[in-house]
C-alpha cells in the first residue's frame, strides 16, 4: 500500500493498494486501510480512482468512518486539501465500474451520486477555483519531475529492468526509446511537472491504472524524468497550482535531465534509479511543428530522436556556409554577366528529327525521265 499523509495529518490519499496472486481473499487489502483510518483518526481519506478488482473490493469493503471518505462530502469540506475537479473525475470513472458491473459501491453514501459534475460546480464553484493563497512554483528556483507511461518492447522490458546491467546504460536505452526530444506533455493523468520524485510515478501509476491493463499488449513501464531548474531567460509561459505545473506555451521546453527513475506495476518496490552527471539535453515538443525553436530543430528530428552529429566534412561546410554562398553568388553572376554580353551564335540546321545524327545527310536521287 502507497499513500500521501498532510504534515499535520489532516489529509491522508491512497495512491496504489495491491495483494499479490496467491494472497487474495484474506482481508489484507481491508486491514491495511483500516490501519490508515486509526493512524490518522482524524484525517479525510481520499480512496482516489479504482481499478476493475478495487471496484470489487471496495463493493465488499466496511468503510469504518464513511463520515471521513472525502467521496462522500461536498467538496467545500475538503477543498482546502485535495483538487476537487481531480476527485470529481475519480469518483465518476469509480461510478462507471460500478454501473458496468452492477455493483452498489457504497452508492448509498456516496456524495453526488449520479448527480453531474455541473450541477456540483454550480453549488460548489468556489471549490473548484484556484486559492488566491496557494503557493505558486517557479521553474527557475526548483527542480521539477514529471511522469510518463510507455509500453517497451518485450527485449528492451527485460532489459531496461533487469539489474545485473549497468543502470545509467538501462537509462539511456530508456531515453533512447522515448526520444530525448519527446518528453510528455499533459494528457490523461501525465504530463504535469511535480514539486516532488514520488508525485511524478504517481501520475504514471494512476495512467496505467485508469487503463485498466487495455494496453496495446506489451508490458508497461512507469518513468519519472528529474529535471534541473529552467534558465531564467528561458522560461516558458506556464501555469501553477500549488504543487505542481503545467506548460501552456505551444513551443517546446529545452530541459536539463537530472536523473530518471522507472519502475513496473507488478514490482513497485523494486526502482531504478539514475543521476546523470553532467546533466542529459531534453525537451517537451512543440504542440505543432511550426512552432519548434531553431534550438529543438538543431536537435531533434520529427520524432523528438536525437538528431546524429554531424561528420567532419558537414561541420566545415556548416562552418563555411556564409563563404561557400558569397562565392558561388559570385560566379553565378560572373555567368550571367558573360551570358549577358556574348554576341549571338549563328545557328546551324540540324539533322531532320527523325534521322540518326550520326549518319550523313542523303539526298533523294532523281526521278527517271521517261521517253
Known amino acids: 500500500m502507497k499513500f500521501h499523509a498532510h504534515p499535520q495529518g489532516a489529509a491522508v490519499e491512497v495512491s496504489m493498494l495491491e495483494v499479490l496472486d496467491g494472497f487474495r481473499g484474506r482481508g489484507l487489502a481491508s486491514l491495511l486501510v483500516d490501519t490508515v483510518y486509526e493512524a490518522y483518526p482524524d484525517a479525510w481519506i481520499n480512496h482516489g480512482v479504482r481499478t476493475v478488482d478495487g ?6 469493503y466496511r468503510d469504518p468512518a464513511p463520515e471521513r471518505n472525502i467521496h462522500n462530502r461536498p467538496p467545500g469540506e475538503w477543498a482546502a486539501f485535495f483538487m476537487a475537479s481531480r476527485v470529481a473525475a475519480d469518483k465518476s470513472r469509480n461510478a462507471s465500474w460500478n454501473r458496468h458491473f452492477g455493483l452498489d459501491g457504497h452508492g448509498t453514501a456516496e456524495y453526488r451520486y449520479r448527480q453531474r459534475l455541473e450541477t456540483e460546480f454550480i453549488g460548489h464553484d468556489q471549490s473548484f477555483r484556484r486559492r488566491e493563497d496557494m503557493p505558486v512554483i517557479d521553474p527557475a528556483v526548483e527542480p521539477l519531475h514529471v511522469g510518463h507511461l510507455v509500453y517497451l518492447p518485450p527485449g528492451l522490458h527485460r532489459y531496461v529492468h533487469d539489474s545485473r546491467h549497468p543502470a545509467e546504460r538501462r537509462a539511456h536505452a530508456l531515453l533512447d526509446h522515448v526520444g530525448h526530444g519527446n518528453l510528455p506533455r499533459p494528457e490523461d493523468h501525465t504530463g504535469w511537472w511535480n514539486t ?13 491504472l485508469a ?28 501555469e501553477s497550482a500549488g504543487s505542481y505545473l503545467e506548460y501552456i506555451d505551444g513551443g517546446d521546453v529545452q530541459v536539463e535531465l537530472a536523473g530518471l527513475s522507472w519502475r513496473r506495476i507488478s514490482a513497485p518496490w523494486i526502482l531504478h534509479s539514475v543521476v546523470f552527471d553532467p546533466p542529459v539535453e531534453a525537451a517537451v515538443p512543440p504542440l505543432y511543428p511550426e512552432a519548434a525553436s531553431e534550438t529543438y530543430v538543431e536537435r531533434y528530428d520529427e520524432a523528438g530522436a536525437r538528431r546524429a552529429p554531424l561528420t567532419p566534412w558537414e561541420q566545415l561546410i556548416t562552418e563555411r556556409a556564409e563563404e561557400l554562398r558569397t562565392v558561388a553568388d559570385r560566379l553565378l553572376d560572373g555567368v550571367a554577366a558573360r551570358a549577358a554580353t556574348a554576341p549571338p551564335r549563328p545557328s546551324v540546321r540540324g539533322p531532320a528529327p527523325d534521322q540518326d545524327p550520326r549518319q550523313p545527310q542523303s539526298t533523294p536521287a532523281p526521278r527517271p525521265r521517261s521517253s
Open 211 to 238: 487503463a485498466g491493463g487495455r494496453g496495446p499488449g506489451l508490458p508497461a513501464t512507469q518513468l519519472a524524468f528529474h529535471a534541473r531548474p529552467l534558465s531564467e531567460g528561458e522560461v516558458p509561459e506556464y
Open 196 to 208: 516532488s520524485p514520488g508525485a511524478a510515478l504517481d501520475d504514471a501509476l494512476h495512467r496505467e
Open 55 to 60: 471496484a470489487y473490493w471496495w463493493d465488499r
